[in-house]
């Protein structure tokens, strides 16, 4: 059948993009160390790139509802163990090798202490990417919860499951004061919800699922109108760029207190990530321009390893310029960038290669065991 055998490049390329974005955010943390931020290119590190970590779960969930047969029983122990080969193995293998890391470079032996280290494991504090593979984790562990959803879910039922992501992810980021809990654990559990409640994502989540199951017809859709799908993206930019903005000439916060404020889980944001995801699927349907695609199917290929690797490439590029004694100005941080992808990307390509002779390195760091 069409929907388990075909190739879609729209994923691979969304993969790519996506990943871009998350290289933006990081760098864009680099570039606030400058005490007069072009806001400009803020913008564009830390606004416009705010859709990148939730349309993974996006992704992630198509793809794995693309290939299931809601029609035959789901086989949850399989499905959990081939789940552990591709993102728990990577997912410990990074972690262990970016707290030893950070232990002998920032010389923090706390790091190595059984409840410390538990403690980054549970929370993916090995390094500030990884907890999105913790919360695909718990995607994993609750994936007969999301087919529950699946099958049921209607466009008017998910226009419900929209309303009361918005509410949720409002109450979690604007309204909830973690601090105020006084048991110690549930405290610590509350403060770093961030790092692991699925709650925040389970709308795009299910989205991405529902479209997989009816892929056909989410085709048909998106040929129909992509016009329309151009329009409800660039009209959400524009409002999350225009929110930013309010936010610093109208409301006087500073450059920190408008990203954190205007992120992808603030109603725009929310909002924004629905239409990126549907406009990159619609202009990559059926297929990019043939200029484009060698390009893009070589970032989405190899966008797993650049995003479990590019802090590798900030650290350092980062202590090469601290040692410069420079300041890190707009275009330095374009460079900076453009450098970190190269180095990243480079990286992927040689440990790929390594990896076809002894597979055992591409199990750990990506999750490809053949």
Known sequence: MEKKTSRIPAIEYMRGVSMLGVVGIHVGSQYLANPSPNLALVALFEVVTRFAVPIFFFISAFGLFYHLDLEKPFDYAAFLR??????????????????????????????????????????????????????????????????????????????????????????????????????????????????????????IFVLGGWFAVRFEAFRAFMACRRGALSAFFTASLVSMLGYYYYLIFVRGYDTIGAINTAHQLCPLGVIYTVAASLFLFAIFTPDAPAAFRPVLSLLGRHSYFVYLAHPLAITYLGFLLERSGRVMTAPLALAFYVAVVILALGAAMVVRKIGERFPVVNGLSIGIWR
Request: proline residues 2%.
């Open 82 to 203: 081939r789940r552990a080969k591709t993102v728990l193995v990577p997912y410990l293998a990074w972690s262990v090798f970016y707290i030893l890391h950070y232990t002998v470079v920032f010389r923090n032996t706390m790091l190595l202490h059984g409840k410390v280290f538990v403690k980054y494991l549970f929370f993916g504090f090995g390094s500030y990417q990884l907890y999105f593979m913790v919360i695909l984790l718990w995607f994993y562990l609750l994936m007969p919860l999301w087919i529950w959803l699946v099958r049921r879910m209607t466009p008017a039922r998910l226009a419900v499951l929209f309303v009361l992501q918005v509410a949720f992810d409002y109450w979690s980021s604007f309204l909830f004061n973690a601090y105020a809990i006084e048991n110690f654990y549930l405290r610590e559990l509350a403060v770093n919800r961030l790092n692991y409640w699925v709650m925040h994502y389970v709308f």
